[in-house]
T-cell receptor
Framework: KAGVTQTPRYLIKTRGQQVTLSCSPI?????VSWYQQTPGQGLQFLFE???????NKGNFPGRFSGRQFSNSRSEMNVSTLELGDSALYLC??????????FGPGTRLTVL | QKEVEQNSGPLSVPEGAIASLNCTYS??????FFWYRQYSGKSPELIMS????GDKEDGRFTAQLNKASQYVSLLIRDSQPSDSATYLC??????????????FGQGTRLTINP
C-alpha cells in the first residue's frame, strides 16, 4: 500500500506571497492532519480534516487554512507569507482515531 | 496548554547497550501514546504505540506506560548505529466529536557509538 504523498517537496517563496501544499493520504484513510516543524518550536499541530470537515484546529493565525476533498486528498494554504513560516510542513493520515502516518513533508523557505 | 516533556539530549549510548528514552505528559485523560523516530532531514516514522499501562514489546523496542505517573518510556535493546536519530514522544489529545490531535515533545537526540 502506498504511503502518504506530499507535493511539492521543496518550495521557495518571498514574503507576502501565498502558497498551497498538497497531501494524498494512504488509501482508505479519511483523517488528514497537518503539522508544522521548526527547530525552535518542534512539531506543532495545524489542523485535522475528516470527511471534508475541519474537526480540529491548532493555535495558528488565520493565514493558515486548509481543505479536504471527497477523495480525502487535502490542501493547506498559507497567505501573506512571513519569514517565520519557513518550516517543514508535514501531513499525516490515519483511519478514524488510529495511528497517524506521516508523509515526507514539504520544506518551505520564505525569503 | 497540554504539554509533553522530553529530555532533548543528546543521549549517547555505546553499541549493543540499552537506550532508555523518557517522556512525561500533563493531560491526565490521555489514552493514546506514540513513539516516532526521525532521521535528520526525514519525516517522523511511527515505531511504537501504547494504550494500556505496562509494557509493550516489538522486536528490540519496548514501550512502557504508567498513567498514574503520567510517564511513558521507550527502551531500545542491543542498540545499533542505525538507531541514531531523534525520538519523538507524542500524546493524543482526546477531543470531542472524535477529533484528534497529537501533541509532541521536543524530541530526544540519540547517538549510538560504535
Amino acid at each position: 500500500k502506498a504511503g502518504v504523498t506530499q507535493t511539492p517537496r521543496y518550495l521557495i517563496k518571498t514574503r507576502g506571497q501565498q502558497v498551497t501544499l498538497s497531501c494524498s493520504p494512504i488509501s482508505g484513510h479519511r483523517s488528514v492532519s497537518w503539522y508544522q516543524q521548526t527547530p525552535g518550536q518542534g512539531l506543532q499541530f495545524l489542523f485535522e480534516y475528516f470527511s471534508e470537515t475541519q474537526r480540529n484546529k491548532g493555535n495558528f493565525p488565520g493565514r493558515f487554512s486548509g481543505r479536504q476533498f471527497s477523495n480525502s486528498r487535502s490542501e493547506m494554504n498559507v497567505s501573506t507569507l512571513e519569514l517565520g513560516d519557513s518550516a517543514l510542513y508535514l501531513c499525516a493520515s490515519s483511519i478514524a482515531r488510529g495511528q497517524e502516518f506521516f508523509g515526507p513533508g514539504t520544506r518551505l523557505t520564505v525569503l | 496548554q497540554k504539554e509533553v516533556e522530553q529530555n532533548s539530549g543528546p543521549l549517547s549510548v555505546p553499541e549493543g547497550a540499552i537506550a532508555s528514552l523518557n517522556c512525561t505528559y500533563s493531560d491526565r485523560v490521555s489514552q493514546s501514546f506514540f513513539w516516532y523516530r526521525q532521521y535528520s532531514g526525514k519525516s517522523p516514522e511511527l515505531i511504537m504505540s501504547i494504550y494500556s499501562n505496562g509494557d509493550k514489546e516489538d522486536g528490540r523496542f519496548t514501550a512502557q506506560l504508567n498513567k498514574a505517573s503520567q510517564y511513558v518510556s521507550l527502551l531500545i535493546r542491543d542498540s545499533q548505529p542505525s538507531d541514531s536519530a531523534t525520538y519523538l514522544c507524542a500524546v493524543r489529545e482526546e477531543e470531542i466529536q472524535g477529533a484528534q490531535k497529537l501533541v509532541f515533545g521536543q524530541g530526544t537526540r540519540l547517538t549510538i557509538n560504535p
